[in-house]
């Protein structure tokens, strides 16, 4: 079992910057693919990013390609989500996910795939 809480979440006004952390906990955290999904009101839950495990391989959406940053600390169990340049579309719940199987090969993988889920922290961009 793996254990995930988002934090870093906020209200920040266009062109601002937020700092989303996930920690996790329940095993090994070097063990585990990452990604981070948002979900805007009224929208489907759309990927972000996602990092391998060693945290040298890294994708994103693009629509955040160049303004997000994804990253991750394997001996603090914590997986980050840097988010610069913010605007209002970039408002929405914000979700660590986790799976201890798949490889990150360039391809995308869906909500779906990833076995472990944390919470959601609001991020709310204002114009």
């Known amino acids: 079992q793996v254990q995930l809480v988002e934090s870093g979440g906020g209200l920040v006004q266009a062109g601002g910057s937020l700092r989303l952390s996930c920690a996790a906990s329940g095993r090994t955290f070097s063990s585990l693919l990452m990604g981070w999904f948002r979900q805007a009101p009224g929208k489907e839950r759309e990927f972000v990013a996602v990092?391998?495990?060693?945290?040298?391989?890294?994708h994103y959406a693009d629509s955040v390609k160049g303004r997000f940053t994804i990253s991750r600390d394997n001996a603090k169990n914590t997986v980050y989500l840097q988010m610069n340049s913010l605007k209002p579309e970039d408002t929405a719940v914000y979700y660590c996910?986790?799976?201890?199987?798949?490889?990150?090969?360039?391809?995308?993988?869906?909500?779906?795939?990833?076995?472990?889920w944390g919470q959601g922290t609001q991020v709310t961009v204002s114009s």
């Open positions: 996910a986790a799976d201890p199987d798949l490889l990150y090969t360039g391809r995308v993988f869906r909500e779906g795939e990833y076995d472990y």
């Open positions: 990092i391998s495990r060693s945290g040298r391989l890294t």
